[in-house]
């Protein structure tokens, strides 16, 4: 079982739509969350951290915890094409990242 | 804030030469730095993490005779491919911890070497 599991895609959504990216972890003592964003061809910039169980929102974004199901979402609202890139989630409880192996989502105008 | 440089951004070399990538932190001073590695179509794959002033920990698997990592300075790591071979062609990128955060790192524009 891999440690962090993402679907590989592609999620393909309408402009305007939500889209939801979703990730399991398998280590319980993980304790931080971490959702980026990746262009083809660019490093990861990072989207939103969440270290809490509940929701928590910047802007268009709301990431999801829940630490007892081991699950980390990403709510995009109102998507747009510029949204179109690799989603990666990313879990640390040592400081150090396990990656994912990243959502593509496409965001069709 | 929280701006983290790689150079080069792009380097072509022949089999059997050293190629070596620095990593620099621009506004904040990072004890700790991360080499990355992603192959096409993968994720980022952690190869060691850079502690400053101390010798690299690398993970399960990675050459430390190979991949070589200095971390002399608070805001400097390099990354010099020993011996480079079209195998490690790749796209490489660092990361640095903000001093600040216990885990949030911020990522460098990255490396892509290609080994002919």
């Known amino acids: 079982q891999k440690e962090v599991e993402q679907n590989s895609g592609p999620l393909s959504v309408p402009e305007g739509a939500i889209a939801s990216l979703n990730c399991t972890y398998s280590?319980?003592?993980?304790?931080?969350f971490f959702w980026y964003r990746q262009y083809s061809g660019k490093s990861p910039e990072l989207i939103m951290f969440?270290?809490?169980?509940g929701d928590k929102e910047d802007g268009r974004f709301t990431a999801q915890l829940n630490k007892a199901s081991q699950y980390v979402s990403l709510l995009i609202r109102d998507s747009q094409p510029s949204d179109s890139a690799t989603y990666l989630c990313?879990?640390?409880?040592?400081?150090?990242?396990?990656f994912g192996q990243g959502t593509t989502l496409q965001v069709k105008p | 804030g929280a701006v983290v440089s790689q150079h080069p951004s792009r380097v072509i070399c022949k089999s059997g030469t050293s190629v070596k990538i620095e990593c620099r932190s621009l506004?904040?001073?990072?004890?700790?730095m991360f080499w990355y590695r992603q192959f096409p179509k993968q994720s980022l794959m952690l190869m060691a993490t850079?502690?400053?002033?101390?010798?690299?920990?690398?993970e399960q698997g990675v050459e430390k005779d190979k991949f070589l990592i200095n971390h002399a300075s608070l805001t400097l790591s390099t990354l010099t491919v020993t011996s480079a071979h079209p195998e490690d062609s790749s796209f490489y990128i660092c990361?640095?911890?903000?001093?600040?955060?216990?885990?949030?790192?911020?990522f460098g524009p990255g490396t892509r070497l290609t080994v002919l």
């Open positions: 850079s502690n400053e002033g101390s010798k690299a920990t690398y």
């Open positions: 990313a879990v640390s409880n040592t400081g150090k990242l396990i």
């Open positions: 969440i270290y809490s169980n």
């Open positions: 506004d904040f001073q990072a004890t700790t």
């Open positions: 280590d319980r003592g993980s304790q931080s």
């Open positions: 990361s640095a911890k903000y001093p600040t955060s216990e885990n949030e790192q911020f």
